[in-house]
């Protein structure tokens, strides 16, 4: 930790010597972005800190949409995210869900008015199911390839 600035010396003053000497123990050598230009906006922007910030922590950018639009997307995605589901109870209950937060969206009236129809449930559920027997062939066809391992015991799955 750097010393105290001694009475009646300068603020810059004391600052340039405190610089001089990090740079004479070598602190500033090998440091990261070293030699690199500087990432500033060519305009201004007011809202940098942000964009860098969602830049930097990898933030999924959807969540800053609307809520319609973000029903609107999850909807057009329902085939993709029921296709990993083992269940049909799972299965209605997230579309039931899925519905119920379009309801919810479609009579408030405050901020972005994106339409958003309803699910149809039993037409995805019909999708699910036919597409069902498919996944099962491929999966029994997968298991059959694979060697069977012997069952661990209790003990060997406990510290495993």
């Known amino acids: 930790m750097t010393d105290r600035k001694p009475p009646g010396m300068k603020t810059q003053d004391w600052v340039e010597i405190q610089i001089r000497q990090a740079e004479q123990r070598g602190e500033f050598e090998d440091l990261p972005g070293?030699?690199?230009?500087?990432?500033?906006?060519?305009?201004?922007?007011?809202?940098?800190?942000?964009?860098?910030?969602?830049?930097?922590?990898?933030?999924?950018?959807d969540a800053l949409l609307p809520p319609s639009v973000q029903l609107r997307k999850e909807k057009a995605q329902v085939a993709e995210k029921v296709a990993t589901m083992r269940k049909e109870s799972e299965v209605r209950e997230y579309l039931r869900d899925l519905n119920v937060r379009i309801r919810v969206q479609i009579r408030d009236t405050t901020g972005v008015v994106v339409p958003v129809g309803m699910v149809d449930e039993e037409a995805v559920v019909q999708e699910w199911l036919a597409a069902r027997p498919a996944r099962e062939a491929r999966r029994k066809a997968v298991a059959a390839e694979e060697p069977e391992q012997p069952k661990k015991s209790f003990w060997q799955r406990l510290f495993s």
């Open 34 to 61: 070293a030699g690199k230009p500087l990432k500033l906006a060519e305009a201004h922007d007011p809202d940098w800190w942000v964009k860098d910030f969602i830049r930097r922590e990898n933030i999924e950018t």
